[in-house]
């Protein structure tokens, strides 16, 4: 890029806060977390295979008021949209968002860049996007936050890696919210895919509230009720913001640091059918429907898990989590690839557990729900 192309860009971005910020933005929205804010997250349900997912309301994006639903996702980070549920179809081609011979598209506040960047995701989906810059309310009526103007990736075209067929971000929703936030926060123009991180870290947290969230264990949904992928309004499930108080009964884990970047992942040991899997480290993944993949270094011992094997995970810290592999909502992979060293856990550790991810301080907080 060259130097003059970056000043013209944030000048645009000026141009567009100073117009369009003030007809935007809903009063009933939260632009400064000086207390926690409860957020509603809608759940879904497929009743043939007992898949969940949980969605992110998103209200307005720039100026545009819009009616959005996201996968609440806390296995990624940085927010991706379908560019065509949010701009004209005309304007999303193969090959990227249209913008003409002009340095930059602005439309109704949202500013898209040239700026283009892949997303990967579950090792079997790649997408391309546009780097777009916009101010974005989550939520709905039972509470909302609004954060400051923010970069996110607009999708033109998906596939699949092994078959070169299109992917849709998701086939029930218009994009993902991946709420993990290992990246370098960046000023100005964001160029790279990891300098993309989650849409709450874009929020202003006053000075007894530190930045991050806590999300309540999802035995709270009355999910004999969800019948559909949909996700209707249920109960403000996830809090923004932290305080001392809300820490308290947590177990905290450090994430991990590597290369500068700090990671989802909590270490400890996974156990199975009497193997023992040590380190192991875990990624507790609200974006995974269903299940897990559960990293064994044994290649032999590669494929689908029997139903009926308890798998035992236990934190360096204590936290113990075990469930049972079965065929359907608890089905269970293990995998022997270098590129799969973590295990992953899906959404229905959520059930079971609090979880807390503090941006300030990097700890995950894992909370589980009293035996009665």
Wanted: charged share 20%; net charge positive.
């Amino acid at each position: 890029m060259n130097r003059l192309f970056g000043v013209i860009v944030v000048l645009c971005f000026f141009t567009v806060e100073s117009m369009a910020f003030g007809i935007s933005d809903p009063m009933d929205s939260v632009a400064s977390i000086v207390s926690p804010v409860r957020i509603n997250l809608m759940p879904g349900q497929n009743m043939k295979t007992l898949g969940r997912r949980l969605y992110l309301p998103i209200r307005y994006i720039g100026a545009a008021k819009v009616k959005l639903r996201v996968v609440f996702d806390t296995g990624s980070q940085g927010l991706i949209l379908d560019a065509k549920r949010l701009l004209p179809a005309s304007l999303v081609a193969d090959t990227g968002i249209v913008i003409g011979d002009k340095d930059s598209l602005v439309l109704d506040g949202i500013t898209v860049t040239r700026n283009k960047t892949k997303s990967r995701y579950g090792g079997t989906r790649s997408y391309d996007g546009n780097i777009a810059y916009a101010s974005i309310v989550i939520g709905d009526k039972m509470g909302q936050v609004r954060t400051k103007r923010m970069p996110f990736i607009l999708v033109y075209h998906g596939v699949y890696d092994q078959t070169g067929k299109p992917a849709q971000v998701d086939q029930h929703c218009d994009g993902i919210a991946g709420v993990n936030s290992g990246g370098e926060l960046k000023a100005g123009l964001v160029m790279k895919r990891e300098n993309v991180v989650s849409p709450f870290n874009y929020l202003s947290f006053g000075n007894r509230v530190e930045a991050g969230f806590i999300l309540a264990p999802l035995d709270q949904v009355k999910w004999e009720g969800v019948s559909s992928m949909e996700g209707k309004s249920a109960v403000p499930l996830l809090t923004v913001g932290i305080t001392e108080q809300a820490k308290e009964g947590f177990v905290l884990h450090r994430q991990l640091l590597q290369n500068g970047r700090f990671y989802p992942y909590v270490r400890g040991i996974i156990s199975y059918n009497g193997l023992v899997i040590s380190p192991s480290y875990v990624l507790f993944d609200s974006g995974n429907p269903a299940g897990g993949v559960i990293y064994e270094p044994d290649a032999a011992k590669k494929g689908r898990m029997n139903a009926g094997i308890v798998i035992r995970f236990v934190s360096d810290e204590g936290t113990i989590y075990d469930y049972a592999a079965n065929n359907s909502n608890y089905k269970t992979t293990l995998d022997s690839r270098k590129s799969k060293s973590v295990s992953i856990i899906g959404i229905n550790f959520f059930l079971e557990n609090s979880f807390m991810l503090n941006y300030a301080s990097h700890i995950i907080g894992i909370r589980p729900v009293p035996s009665l």
